[in-house]
């Protein structure tokens, strides 16, 4: 088992933020592969299915970013999983707009969700890092990451989205290298 995580900011205000990328791609997820319906457990938005052979949870805390870890520890202590088998959907500034990164374990670089989930889980969980660009100087980064994608970025903001819902079975794989060459090869195409 998998527990698939979107980080983002719950409320309809922040849908389309930067920073709710990884909600973006987990709600693509849960759909393209027909999840159950979502229900709420664990401080978050919880959804189960399959992806290939594995069986895969997707949570969307609803803490708010800078508590993200409590809800993913919280569902990791009941399914008894280790962090190793969590994957999470984050915004990347470090990453230019479209591009896409996967590894395991790492550093926050920052990042308010990555900092609370390192405290709770540990950094050895796997991490799929969506690039949103960064603003240009660390003063700009609060109100970039909070502010909405633009319509410039639409373009290669949807295909990249879908593409990580169609590819998402190679993650369950544990197939990162392939995840990441499908995620490309299907982007450039688009």
């Known amino acids: 088992m998998l527990l698939f995580v979107g980080l983002g900011n719950p409320g309809a205000q922040y849908a389309y933020h930067r920073h ?3 909600f973006m791609a987990l709600d693509d997820i849960v759909e393209r592969h027909s999840f159950s319906p979502w229900k709420l457990k664990f401080q978050g938005r919880l959804a189960e299915g399959r992806l ?7 949570l969307e805390p609803m803490t708010y ?3 993200s870890g409590r809800s993913v520890g919280e569902a ?3 399914y008894k999983l280790t962090p190793a088998d969590v994957v999470v959907f984050h915004d990347e500034l470090d990453l230019a707009p479209g591009k896409l990164r996967v590894k395991k374990g ?9 900092r609370s989930l390192d405290a709770h889980i540990g950094p050895d969980f796997w991490r799929v890092r969506i690039g949103i660009g960064h603003p240009g100087h660390k003063d700009r980064v609060h109100g970039w990451v909070l502010s909405n994608f633009a319509k410039s970025d639409e373009p290669w903001l949807d295909p990249l989205v879908d593409a990580i819902a169609e590819a998402a079975p190679l993650l369950a794989e544990r197939a990162a290298e392939k995840f990441m060459t499908k995620v490309a090869q299907t982007t450039q195409s688009a």
């Open 65 to 67: 970013m800078n508590e």
């Open 52 to 58: 290939g052979p594995e069986r895969v949870l997707a």
């Open 106 to 114: 790492g550093g926050t670089a920052g990042h308010n969700g990555l």
């Open 20 to 22: 709710n990328v990884g």
């Open 76 to 78: 990791m202590r009941f």
